[in-house]
């Protein structure tokens, strides 16, 4: 079981990027998927999810009207695409996967982790 996770890189403010996470061993259409950033010096915070049951869709105050998060089951791919990005978006982003989840916002709830990919917004 595998999360692998890429397109992070050096970007401009306000200029996009498009992240993606394969998965492999498992099929990421039956897990609860979501997006956390983890920022220098700061906790691991939520970013996005996407609902295995009704693929319903939630994202954190600061990056909800800016970020997308999507999935295409048939490849086995979760994206997250990050537009008007801020310095403040600057982390290791990490995708994550589980069965079934109470509190989507809780990182200690799911069991597979991708490797994280670092995403820096800077001038």
């Known amino acids: 079981v595998q999360l692998q996770a890429s397109g992070g890189g050096l970007v401009q403010p306000g200029g996009s990027l498009r992240l993606s996470c394969a998965a492999s061993g498992f099929t990421l259409g039956d897990y609860f998927i979501a997006w956390f950033r983890q920022a220098p010096g700061k906790e691991r915070e939520e970013v996005s999810c996407i609902s295995n049951s009704d693929g319903r869709t939630d994202y954190a105050d600061s990056v909800k009207g800016r970020f997308t998060i999507s999935r295409d089951n048939a490849k086995n791919t979760m994206y997250l695409q990050m537009n008007s990005l801020k310095p403040e978006d600057t982390a290791v982003y990490y995708c994550?996967?589980?069965?079934?989840?109470?509190?989507?916002?809780?990182?200690?709830?799911?069991?597979?982790w991708g490797q994280g990919t670092q995403v820096t917004v800077s001038s």
């Open positions: 994550v996967a589980d069965h079934k989840i109470f509190d989507w916002t809780d990182p200690d709830e799911y069991d597979y």
